[in-house]
C-alpha cells in the first residue's frame, strides 16, 4: 500500500509560479517514473511531466520550458515548479506513483489531486 500526499495548489495570476508537491509513504520496494498529471474540465487526463528513480525526466508538450520536475529518492518525493503560468494551465493536478510492492506485484497509485486556478 503506498500513499501519497500533495500539496501547493491554489489560485495564481498568470505570470506566476507555484510549487507542488508529492510525498509517498507506506510499504514498497521502488517506485519508477512519478510524476503528476492534469485534468480540465471537459478534457482528458494529460500527462505534465514524471521523472524516473535516476532523473530521467519526461515533459507534456504544453509545458515544456516552464515547468520542472525534481525528486528527492530519500524522501520519496517529487517537486513540480511551475513558471510562467497561464490559464490553460487551469486544472486538478494529479501525482502518479507506479510502485513496485513485491518482486512480482506491481500497481499504479494515484493521489486525490489538487486544484490548480490560474486567473488571467
Known amino acids: 500500500q503506498v500513499h501519497l500526499v500533495e500539496s501547493g495548489g491554489g489560485l495564481v495570476q498568470a505570470g506566476g509560479s507555484l510549487r507542488l508537491s508529492c510525498a509517498a509513504s507506506g510499504r514498497f520496494f521502488s517506485i519508477n517514473a512519478m510524476g503528476w498529471y492534469r485534468q480540465a474540465p471537459g478534457k482528458q487526463r494529460e500527462l505534465v511531466a514524471t521523472v524516473s528513480d535516476v532523473g530521467s525526466t519526461n515533459y507534456g508538450d504544453s509545458v515544456k520550458g516552464r515547468f520542472t520536475l525534481s525528486r528527492n529518492n530519500a524522501k520519496n518525493t517529487v517537486y513540480l515548479q511551475m513558471n510562467s503560468l497561464k490559464p490553460a494551465d487551469t486544472a486538478v493536478y494529479y501525482c502518479?506513483?507506479?510502485?513496485?510492492?513485491?518482486?512480482?506485484?506491481?500497481?499504479?497509485?494515484w493521489g486525490q489531486g489538487t486544484q490548480v486556478t490560474v486567473s488571467s
Open positions: 502518479n506513483a507506479p510502485a513496485r510492492i513485491t518482486l512480482s506485484y506491481s500497481y499504479d497509485y
